[in-house]
């Protein structure tokens, strides 16, 4: 149990282009994702946790305009990156909690912005 | 803010032997730390994670301790196998509803194994 769906797994877009990125949990409920962004040989950084049913909270430094939050449903967080622009490129990664504490994570999404 | 530090950076062993990855937190009311392996373009996986109610917890070849007085967690792997070499994160978070129970993560151990 506890797994998590990412998708697309891979994307590459043209500079000013929107991109939209889903996270699933298949087997239980997730009222909190969050969102992770991950640059190469570095750690994991929070970029916002999603709640169902309200407004995401975004850390420190991320632009809510720019990478929109939507948790419509107990079991889907989509993230939107809005216009995207070359130095959007990097590792996104979506978790989900189950039950008290345990956050499950989904396998990633790599956008490239051209 | 809340802060981890993790140490060492990175750490080669070999096989067979033991190897020790080393965090340290700052939020005193920090109450539950996991640790993920994540290997190279995949997602982190939890591998054992332990809450403040306890000292250490095991699970086979893992092994994680809690000091809640010094503000420090390790995580011990014995017997270590090629298959064990993956980056490991040490994380902490604080149980309180109104915070989601966000996970501050360290900076990261690769740990390599060499047969």
């Known amino acids: 149990g506890a797994v998590v769906s990412q998708h697309p797994s891979r994307v590459i877009c043209k500079s000013g282009t929107s991109v939209k990125i889903e996270c699933r949990s298949l087997?239980?409920?997730?009222?909190?994702m969050f969102w992770y962004r991950q640059f190469p040989k570095q750690s994991l950084m929070l970029m916002a946790t999603?709640?169902?049913?309200?407004?995401?909270?975004?850390e420190q430094g991320v632009e809510k305009d720019k990478f929109l939050i939507n948790h419509a449903s107990l079991t889907l967080s989509t993230l939107t990156v809005t216009s995207a622009h070359p130095e959007d490129s990097s590792f996104y990664i979506c978790?989900?909690?189950?039950?008290?504490?345990?956050?499950?994570f989904g396998p990633g999404t790599r956008l490239t912005v051209l | 803010g809340e802060n981890v530090e993790q140490h060492p950076s990175t750490l080669s062993v070999q096989e067979g032997d033991s190897a020790v990855i080393k965090c340290t937190y700052s939020?005193?009311?920090?109450?539950?730390f996991p640790w993920y392996k994540q290997e190279l373009g995949k997602r982190p996986q939890l591998i054992i994670d332990?809450?403040?109610?306890?000292g250490e917890k095991k699970d086979q070849r893992i092994a994680v301790t809690l000091n809640k007085t010094a503000k420090h967690f390790s995580l011990h792997i014995t017997e270590t196998q090629p298959e064990d070499s993956a980056v490991y994160f040490c994380?902490?978070?604080?149980?309180?509803?109104?915070?989601?129970?966000?996970?501050?993560f360290g900076q990261g151990t690769e740990l390599s194994v060499k047969p």
């Open positions: 978790s989900a909690r189950y039950r008290e504490d345990t956050q499950y």
């Open positions: 332990i809450r403040s109610n306890v």
């Open positions: 999603s709640n169902e049913g309200s407004k995401a909270t975004y």
């Open positions: 939020d005193s009311a920090s109450n539950y």
């Open positions: 087997d239980f409920q997730a009222t909190t």
């Open positions: 994380a902490a978070s604080n149980r309180v509803r109104n915070q989601g129970g966000k996970l501050i």
